[in-house]
């Protein structure tokens, strides 16, 4: 046997042993996917029906109970939450709806790679428009009106907590369809000074009513801030620092958002930032919240926190934004509020 007959018989030997891991993984992830999808006794109430994003008074959200029903937007009225769930048929891994409008951002697993896409919804929750995405899905919001849409994706690591990664964050006009592929391009105002620098990363978008001032995060030199910027300038400028996914309030006068307990650690805790005199203001919440709160009036957030003792789950809880109160298990098995 000749020296490169050899060489090429190892490679394709090498080449099925690799390919047979990851249809191992593959088979693994739809093995452990199927058990989920399996209905369990004692689960909250889930029927398919017709679901739109312009009813009112009905929380949607993206449903994790165990059923055929997992990971569909789902929606109950916002007075009962613990009604039965009607179930659409669109699946999701983040998910949020305003005006009409929706974003959902999905995530198939491959043999050899992911693939990540973001839909822009109608009312009727067809899809109008789809965007492919460079990484993992992490946040979506949709701006008051439903004009403007932002998602953030992870191009690089797995979460917030880990030590290498990297975010893309896109803001999508729906009326236009002008994409900005990633705010990174925008010009920064940091302490009252232009700002440049290589490891910029923006995430957990949030909307003001005029479809122009947004809230997000910046990070850089290993400390985040909150930023406001505007998209007709192009910039943003930074407020404060240590401020992650912030959530505007619906009267604009606050925002929610998680804070840093611990540097270097992936452990947050939910804060009220009022805009005029940024007073921060704890919340009652005191596990760590690692999500983008949402409002549900402006008095209540609600966010997700992982179901104790199941992984991959989480439940959704609301708490008083004045830092009263106690935290309340709002939907379990749910993640991704959206009030329409």
Same mark, same amino acid.
């Given at each position: 046997?000749?020296?490169?007959?050899?060489?090429?018989?190892?490679?394709?030997? $090498?080449? *099925?042993v690799l !390919?047979?891991v990851? #249809?191992?993984?593959?088979?693994?992830? /739809?093995?452990r996917?199927? %058990? +989920?999808?399996?209905?369990?006794?004692?689960?909250?109430?889930?029927?398919?029906?017709?679901?739109?994003?312009?009813q009112?008074?009905?929380?949607?959200?993206?449903?994790?109970?165990?059923?055929?029903?997992r990971?569909?937007?789902?929606?109950?009225p916002?007075?009962?939450?613990?009604?039965?769930?009607?179930?659409?048929?669109?699946?999701?891994?983040?998910?949020?709806?305003?005006?009409?409008?929706?974003?959902?951002?999905?995530?198939?697993?491959?043999?050899?790679?992911?693939?990540?896409? $973001?839909? *822009?919804?109608? !009312?009727?929750?067809? #899809?109008?428009?789809?965007?492919?995405? /460079?990484?993992?899905?992490s %946040? +979506?919001?949709?701006?008051?009106?439903?004009?403007?849409?932002?998602?953030?994706?992870?191009?690089?690591g797995?979460?917030?907590?880990?030590?290498?990664?990297?975010?893309?964050?896109?803001?999508?006009?729906?009326?236009?369809?002008?994409?900005?592929?990633?705010?990174?391009?925008?010009?920064?105002?940091?302490?009252?000074?232009?700002?440049?620098a290589?490891?910029?990363?923006?995430?957990g978008?949030?909307?003001?009513?005029?479809?122009?001032?947004?809230?997000?995060?910046?990070?850089?030199?290993?400390?985040t801030?909150?930023?406001?910027?505007?998209?007709?300038?192009?910039?943003?400028?930074?407020?404060?620092?240590?401020?992650e996914?912030?959530?505007?309030s619906?009267?604009?006068?606050r925002?929610?958002?998680?804070?840093?307990?611990?540097?270097?650690?992936?452990?947050?805790?939910?804060?009220?930032?009022?805009?005029?005199?940024?007073?921060?203001?704890?919340?009652?919440?005191?596990?760590?919240?690692?999500?983008?709160?949402?409002?549900?009036?402006?008095h209540?957030?609600?966010y997700?926190?992982?179901?104790?003792?199941?992984?991959?789950?989480?439940?959704?809880?609301?708490?008083?934004?004045?830092g009263?109160?106690?935290?309340?298990?709002?939907?379990?098995?749910?993640?991704?509020?959206?009030?329409?």
């Open positions: 046997m000749t020296s490169m007959r050899r060489r090429l018989l190892i490679l394709v030997a $090498a080449v *099925l !390919a047979g990851a #249809t191992g993984v593959v088979l693994h992830a /739809a093995a996917a199927d %058990r +989920a999808n399996r209905p369990q006794a004692g689960g909250p109430a889930v029927g398919a029906g017709k679901l739109t994003l312009d009112t008074k009905r929380l949607a959200f993206v449903n994790g109970a165990a059923g055929p029903h990971t569909a937007v789902a929606a109950v916002s007075d009962d939450p613990k009604a039965k769930r009607v179930a659409s048929d669109l699946k999701c891994v983040r998910f949020y709806a305003a005006a009409g409008t929706g974003v959902c951002l999905q995530s198939t697993t491959g043999v050899l790679k992911q693939s990540n896409r $973001a839909l *822009l919804l109608d !009312a009727n929750l067809h #899809t109008r428009r789809t965007f492919a995405l /460079a990484g993992t899905p %946040r +979506a919001r949709v701006s008051p009106s439903g004009r403007l849409a932002a998602w953030t994706v992870f191009v690089a797995e979460s917030y907590a880990s030590a290498f990664f990297s975010t893309r964050t896109s803001i999508l006009d729906t009326r236009t369809m002008k994409l900005v592929p990633s705010l990174e391009s925008f010009s920064i105002v940091k302490d009252g000074k232009p700002y440049k290589a490891d910029v990363n923006f995430w978008v949030t909307f003001a009513r005029d479809d122009d001032t947004f809230y997000a995060t910046l990070n850089t030199a290993n400390k801030y909150l930023v406001r910027g505007s998209l007709a300038q192009r910039k943003v400028t930074t407020l404060i620092e240590n401020v996914c912030p959530s505007l619906p009267d604009e006068t925002v929610a958002f998680k804070k840093r307990i611990l540097s270097r650690t992936d452990l947050w805790h939910e804060y009220v930032l009022d805009l005029k005199t940024l007073k921060e203001t704890a919340l009652a919440e005191r596990h760590s919240v690692d999500d983008q709160a949402t409002w549900l009036d402006n209540t957030v609600a997700a926190l992982p179901t104790q003792g199941k992984v991959g789950t989480s439940d959704l809880w609301s708490v008083p934004a004045d009263t109160g106690t935290p309340r298990l709002l939907i379990p098995g749910a993640s991704s509020p959206a009030p329409l």
